[in-house]
């Protein structure tokens, strides 16, 4: 029905892609409402919640596009919107954030969040560039590498929760989970997986559908228009985190969602349908790493550990010297 109604011109494609955005988004939030609050009913820690169920809420965009996509066999697509979605957390959303305020961060995230996240991008650009011992034939991201990319997102996952548990009762925060009973809380959560559902099948279908009328490849449509839209909850988050001058917030979540990205989503991308690669993914997956590295570089030279707006500015001419790159290589 959706590729029927495409095909009526290119202004359905776009209102397409926009609505399943907002369907996407809101699908996701509805999610972490609901599955927060029955988690709650059942006395699970705010900690608990707050690493697991929210912590994947941030990511649910990125994964149900991914899914949707390799259902669809759209493999360019679900690359690109995890590398595209990556670059734009580190170089704009952040770049924007210090440029409004400069961001503050913890030990943690320096220390340990930051380096993962520097090596998921190196990850990718080891698994595409061949040649691969374990598999000469295909120049991609195969099953294997899937599997090793969830191996490490379980050890990541077993690290924060061991580092969190340590420092739990200095925690002042709290998660906020909103009150209500198990049967809203269950209507919110099929409510929200009919929602990414929906939203996804929009995204994709829109998404091939303006990629195959000007032109270009899956991937530049996956790294500009789907990447920023799967982005949007985090820009949002850290742009109103920012004014509000709570800037920590910003890089604990951006940082967060590159590392559930590359190291669940992708993985588990991998694991149901092996990745080719595409051209000039080398260079998609080397922008990954260098996003988190020019971050984690410029915290350890400030003084006071801060993002500062100098940083915030130079990261988004970076994003615009290579977003000019591509976009003249299609």
């Known amino acids: 029905m959706i590729e029927s109604l495409l095909s009526y011109g290119w202004w359905v494609a776009i209102i397409f892609i926009i609505v399943g955005f907002i369907v996407l988004v809101k699908g996701a939030d509805w999610l972490v409402d609901g599955a927060s609050a ?121 690290i924060t929760f061991r580092n969190a548990k340590a420092q739990e009762h200095s925690k002042e925060e709290e998660v906020n989970v909103k009150e209500m009973s198990v049967g809203k809380a269950i209507a919110l959560i099929l409510c929200g997986f009919a929602g990414l559902t929906i939203g996804g099948e929009l995204i994709v279908d829109s998404a091939v559908d303006i990629a195959t009328r000007m032109g270009v490849s899956e991937a530049i449509i996956g790294l500009t228009i789907v990447a920023l839209g799967t982005s949007l909850p985090e820009l949002a988050t850290s742009v109103m985190a920012a004014f509000k001058k709570n800037s920590d917030i910003a890089m604990g979540n951006v940082i967060g969602s590159n590392i559930f990205n590359v190291f669940f989503v992708l993985g588990t991308s991998a694991v149901i349908r092996p990745l080719p690669a595409y051209k000039g993914i080398e260079l998609d997956a080397l922008m990954a790493a260098l996003g988190s590295f020019i971050v984690w570089l410029t915290l350890k030279i400030d003084k006071d550990n801060k993002l500062p707006r100098w940083a915030g500015a130079l990261l988004l001419i970076v994003y615009a010297g290579y977003l000019a790159y591509r976009l003249m290589g299609i």
């Open 38 to 158: 029955v988690a709650k009913r059942f006395g699970i820690s705010d900690l608990v919640i707050g690493l697991t169920v929210v912590a994947f809420g941030t990511s649910m965009p990125e994964f149900v596009v991914n899914m949707v996509s390799v259902g669809h066999g759209t493999t360019e697509l679900a690359i690109t919107n995890i590398l595209g979605s990556n670059i734009i957390n580190t170089f704009v959303i952040l770049g924007l954030t210090a440029l409004v305020y400069p961001i503050a961060t913890h030990r943690s995230t320096r220390n340990f969040d930051i380096p993962m996240s520097i090596l998921a991008g190196a990850f990718i650009y080891v698994f595409v560039t061949p040649p691969h011992f374990w598999d000469k034939e295909f120049p991609g991201i195969d099953r294997l590498s899937g599997i090793i990319l969830l191996v490490a997102f379980c050890v990541f996952l077993f």
